[in-house]
């Protein structure tokens, strides 16, 4: 398992950089988001197997046994933020994801990447936590509707309208 390093001041961090190499399957006692912008290779999710491609996002709970190769080199944004870092129910609704990994296009990973940018260097602007942690949501929230989840949504008959 690897065990945060946030400050006590710090429930995010933030990182741009570029992998080379495997990384064995391993724990972690925080959430992250991981977000490729260049690169390839092979990722692995609690047993499922994806291929690593520009626009692919990994989200990994703590429950979350995970691991990669890369093929050549990996340029990536990294997110780590521990569980009061964000609203709770956006953690319920990621905790309950059915697959930990999507792909998304050039407009929703730049725009993603320039939120990315304000909450890496969110300490410079202000110190507050809620500007970091509203800036995080804010980058959940632009992927969060490519996700499925393992909770069925009830479905409702349309509305019929009755004009006399």
Same mark, same amino acid.
Do not use: W
């Given at each position: 398992?690897?065990? @945060?390093?946030?400050?006590?001041?710090? @429930?995010?961090?933030?990182?741009?950089?570029?992998?080379?190499?495997?990384?064995?399957?391993?724990?972690?006692?925080?959430?992250? =988001?991981?977000?490729?912008?260049? &690169?390839?290779?092979?990722?692995?999710?609690?047993?499922?197997?994806?291929? =690593?491609?520009?626009?692919m996002i990994?989200?990994? %709970?703590?429950?979350?046994?995970?691991?990669?190769?890369?093929? &050549?080199?990996?340029?990536?944004? @990294?997110?780590?933020?521990?569980?009061?870092?964000?609203?709770?129910?956006?953690?319920?609704?990621?905790?309950? *994801?059915?697959?930990?990994?999507?792909?998304?296009?050039?407009? *929703?990973?730049?725009? =993603?990447? %320039?939120?990315?940018?304000?909450?890496?260097?969110?300490?410079?602007?202000?110190?507050?936590k809620e500007? %970091?942690?509203?800036?995080?949501?804010?980058?959940?929230?632009?992927?969060?509707?490519?996700?499925?989840?393992?909770?069925?949504?009830?479905?409702?008959?349309?509305?019929v309208l009755?004009?006399?």
């Amino acid at each position: 398992i690897v065990k @945060n390093s946030f400050s006590s001041k710090k @429930n995010i961090f933030t990182e741009e950089k570029e992998l080379k190499a495997y990384c064995s399957p391993h724990y972690h006692d925080f959430y992250e =988001i991981d977000i490729v912008l260049e &690169g390839d290779g092979i990722s692995e999710c609690n047993g499922e197997v994806f291929p =690593i491609k520009k626009g692919m996002i990994t989200f990994a %709970s703590p429950e979350d046994l995970h691991s990669y190769r890369i093929e &050549g080199n990996m340029h990536e944004i @990294n997110i780590q933020f521990t569980y009061d870092a964000v609203d709770t129910s956006l953690i319920s609704f990621l905790s309950n *994801v059915k697959n930990n990994v999507i792909y998304v296009d050039d407009v *929703v990973l730049y725009s =993603i990447y %320039s939120l990315f940018c304000l909450l890496h260097t969110s300490d410079d602007i202000t110190a507050s936590k809620e500007y %970091s942690s509203r800036l995080l949501e804010c980058i959940i929230l632009s992927f969060k509707d490519k996700f499925k989840t393992d909770t069925v949504k009830e479905t409702k008959p349309p509305s019929v309208l009755h004009i006399p």
